[in-house]
């Protein structure tokens, strides 16, 4: 079949529908970058996003320039048309006192557990525990019934919020599957009782056609291994995987032509050592060697990057491009990426 019977999966297609987003990605992609980005993007017709950080490095103040966030929903940005993003930074053991509260009244004796260290005695011994516990807190933010007012019926006023979409920033791409599967980490723990309905209804929130897995990738060969690695376990599972985000996209600096000749010889060094003598240099040669070396390294990287995209094309999600922010990504870059996330159609 032809690429016009079976036109390529847009963007928008990838977030329709969906009210959970979990964003995931080998480290150094740009993962709580994409989330942040994504979160705004997700607001921009004034919707109310909320971001949940599940690892507990604070990546989301640190890229905002905020101080360490408290374990609540605290608005953070706000996006022109009304929009708002609010942030929860996930803590296990603040979830498993709430939990303890929630499900037995044990508050107090929940507090004196912390002080003793039995709650993170308890979170690291049974990662699965520590792992239904974060992601409940982001699917228990989706199942929230809109109130009167924008918030869950018979909610007090100063919150919990309903929330148009909810964006995890989930763990590595290495890890997420783990993560996800939160009813066979916990089979061990727990087969009946609150802790296991508890698990059943994440994974209910998680397989559903709420929920979308999106990876975060560069044109790679270890990062995009790993996307589609990622992608294969998202199957298996059956959980939805929307869209592959191709970060810190560089623009080729010569056109095809000479992308071409480079690859196939590299430039003629006796031409660019002419070229520079005639611009005022006097000793070209050296100097035209290393050129003829930088152009022939760009084109072989050009030439590797498009074999890496087309093997993540193969993948049949769509893939949406994200440029490099030269000198770091602050407010005004993470407002740039998200307009380019809504220009290629990324929308709620």
């Avoid at 050296?286 to 003829?292: G, I, K, N, Q, S």
């Avoid at 490099?324 to 996330?341: I, K, Q, S, T």
Wanted: proline share 6%; hydrophobic share 45%.
């Amino acid at each position: 079949m032809s690429e016009r019977e079976h036109p390529p999966p847009r963007p928008g297609q990838a977030c329709a529908g969906a009210r959970l987003h979990i964003v995931t990605g080998k480290g150094g992609t740009g993962k709580t970058t994409v989330a942040t980005a994504l979160a705004t993007a997700l607001a921009a017709d004034g919707a109310r996003v909320l971001l949940v950080e599940v690892e507990g490095r604070q990546g989301i103040a640190t890229l905002l320039d905020e101080a360490p966030l408290p374990y609540e929903e605290r608005e953070m940005v706000s996006v022109p048309g009304g929009g708002r993003v609010f942030v929860l930074a996930a803590d296990a053991e603040a979830a498993l006192l709430e939990y303890l509260e929630l499900f037995y009244g044990m508050r107090r004796a929940g507090q004196a557990l912390n002080r003793l260290g039995a709650v993170d005695f308890a979170t690291t011994i049974a990662p699965g525990l520590r792992d239904v516990l974060l992601t409940g807190k982001a699917t228990e933010a989706v199942r929230r019934r809109r109130g009167a007012r924008g918030r869950p019926s018979g909610a007090p006023s100063t919150g919990p919020f309903h929330y148009d979409a909810v964006v995890m920033d989930a763990p590595p791409t290495g890890r997420i599957a783990q993560f996800l599967n939160v009813n066979s980490e916990v089979a061990g723990l727990a087969r009946v009782g609150p802790i296991r309905n508890h698990a059943d209804k994440v994974m209910e929130v998680i397989r559903s056609a709420q929920t979308r897995v999106h990876f975060v990738t560069l044109l790679e060969e270890m990062p995009a291994q790993e996307c589609r690695d990622g992608v294969a376990e998202m199957a298996a599972l059956g959980i939805e995987v929307g869209m592959v985000v191709v970060n810190m996209v560089r623009a080729p600096l010569l056109g095809e032509a000479d992308l071409a000749a480079a690859v196939d010889g590299g430039p003629d060094v006796e031409d660019l050592a002419a070229g520079l003598k005639a611009a005022g240099l006097a000793d070209a040669g050296p100097l035209a060697e290393d050129l003829a070396g930088e152009v022939r390294a760009h084109a072989l990287r050009v030439a590797l990057e498009r074999r890496v995209r087309e093997r993540l094309s193969d993948l049949g999600h769509p893939l949406v491009d994200l440029p490099l922010v030269e000198g770091g990504v602050g407010r005004a870059g993470l407002d740039g990426l998200a307009r380019r996330l809504t220009s290629q159609g990324v929308s709620r």
